[in-house]
């Protein structure tokens, strides 16, 4: 199913929907693969633990926190996929990254801890029918089916490199 396929588009997630193109679910899964969106693995390390303004996050951080958030929404729209009507609560990214490790990790070992994630995520939804991936479930006082989580776990990445080229890549 595409992007363009979501109904209703959620609120706040939305900005990392539309940052996929309007693709098959599956093609983005192929086209957006963590090594292809943090493709520039050189200028990742050699950041090191900079940051652009105090209390800001790591590129280390930032990996885990995509790879926290891709779990989370993975879980979702199991629930979801599912017909679990359940509401489910947002989550702290700040409680979450305060409490890694991910400052003693490299930026390698995060890479292949998101690309193993990625495979399971792939799995979960190559499993859903065009039923489940519609259902409606509720998270965080929003409605959402799993296609739309499928998308914001593409687009969220996308939203994080972003970030990373804009404010991360001058300090180098």
């Known amino acids: 199913m595409k992007r363009s396929e979501i109904v209703p588009m959620p609120p706040f997630f939305d900005r990392y929907i539309n940052l996929v193109e309007d693709i098959d679910l599956f093609e983005g899964f192929v086209e ?16 090191g ?8 996050w790591t ?8 790879t926290d958030n891709e ?15 359940t ?8 409680i979450l990254a305060a409490n890694t490790v991910a400052a003693q990790r490299t930026v390698s070992d995060l890479m ?3 690309s193993e994630l990625r495979r399971s995520t792939i799995t979960l ?13 509720n998270a965080n006082q929003t409605e959402i ?25 001058p300090l180098l």
Not at 32 to 47: D, G, I, Q, S
Not at 49 to 56: F, T
Not at 125 to 137: A, P, Q
């Open 32 to 47: 957006h693969t963590p090594e292809h969106v943090f493709a520039e693995t050189e200028k990742l390390v050699a950041l």
């Open 49 to 56: 633990d900079r940051v652009y303004a105090e209390g800001k």
């Open 59 to 66: 590129v280390k951080d930032i990996l885990q926190h995509v």
């Open 71 to 85: 779990r989370i929404m993975s879980y979702r729209a199991l629930r979801f996929s599912r017909n679990d009507k």
């Open 87 to 94: 509401q489910l609560p947002g989550y702290d990214e700040a």
């Open 112 to 114: 292949e801890e998101f």
């Open 125 to 137: 939804f190559k499993n859903m029918d065009k039923t489940m991936l519609t259902r409606i479930g």
């Open 145 to 169: 089916s799993p296609l739309a989580l499928g998308f914001v776990i593409l687009g969220h990445p996308l939203h994080h490199m972003n970030v990373i080229r804009d404010r991360y890549f």
